[in-house]
């Protein structure tokens, strides 16, 4: 059964500290990427990989950082310069390397205390 | 001014009516994207489009290249319609790499 999944779901943490979230694919998905959710905007993009041990920016990088050592994954550090981590992050994958029909996973809501 | 824009953003309306939200972009785009996310958090990408119109159950989506819009209507709307249906656009200017997103619109359906 083909998907992208994340994990926790749910994470907490407390100011000061880095946290990592996980995003593992198996549609053999070439591009990967990960946006920010927050309440009243659309979703905005932080970092994106087309290939593997390749990524770039996104709209909003500074405080976060990407690696794309496999394929299949593509792990999301949310750093302590991050000023405002709270969030809805969702991780996405698409066939090739543009932004055509991107399947989403379900998400992982980050709160930091 | 977003890039793109999408009317209204909250939709409440009885069941069996027909719905539709708009979607206004200001830059060249190679393809347009419709995407509903659940009150769970989860998306799923509804239709992608570049022209004219697609159908899918009782969902359609039009766009129109030269006047800058887009709609995505439903008929028959039932209770489980309810969600954010979220407008994307590729843009050109970025070599199809990146997708921009509307804020969304918020759709309630009420038996």
């Known amino acids: 059964d083909g998907g992208i999944t994340q994990s926790p779901k749910y994470l907490f943490r407390k100011e000061g500290q880095n946290v990592t979230l996980s995003c593992e694919q198996n549609?053999?998905?070439?591009?990967m990427y990960w946006y920010r959710q927050d309440p009243g905007q659309g979703l905005r993009l932080i970092y994106y990989?087309?290939?593997?041990?390749?990524?770039q920016k996104g709209d909003i990088a500074e405080g976060y950082s990407v690696s794309r050592e496999k394929k299949e994954s593509f792990p999301l550090t949310v750093t302590s310069a991050q000023k405002n981590p709270t969030a809805f992050y969702l991780c996405?994958?698409?066939?090739?390397?543009?932004?055509?029909?991107?399947?989403f996973g379900p998400g992982t809501r980050l709160t930091v205390t | 001014k977003n890039e793109v824009e999408q009317s209204p953003q909250n939709l409440t309306a009885q069941e069996g009516e027909f719905i539709t939200i708009n979607c206004s972009y200001s830059?060249?785009?190679?393809?347009l994207h419709w995407l509903q996310q659940h009150p769970g958090g989860g998306i799923v990408s509804l239709f992608m489009?570049?022209?004219g119109k697609k159908k899918h159950g009782r969902l359609i989506a039009t766009i129109n290249i030269q006047e800058k819009h887009s709609s995505l209507h439903i008929t028959a709307s039932h209770p489980r319609d309810s969600a954010v249906y979220i407008c994307a656009v590729e843009s050109s200017n970025f070599g199809n790499e990146k997708l921009t997103f509307g804020t969304g619109t918020r759709l309630t359906i009420i038996p």
């Open positions: 830059v060249g785009i190679s393809a």
């Open positions: 489009l570049s022209s």
């Open positions: 996405a994958s698409s066939k090739g390397r543009t932004a055509s029909e991107q399947y």
């Open positions: 549609l053999n998905h070439d591009a």
């Open positions: 990989s087309q290939i593997v041990n390749d990524f």
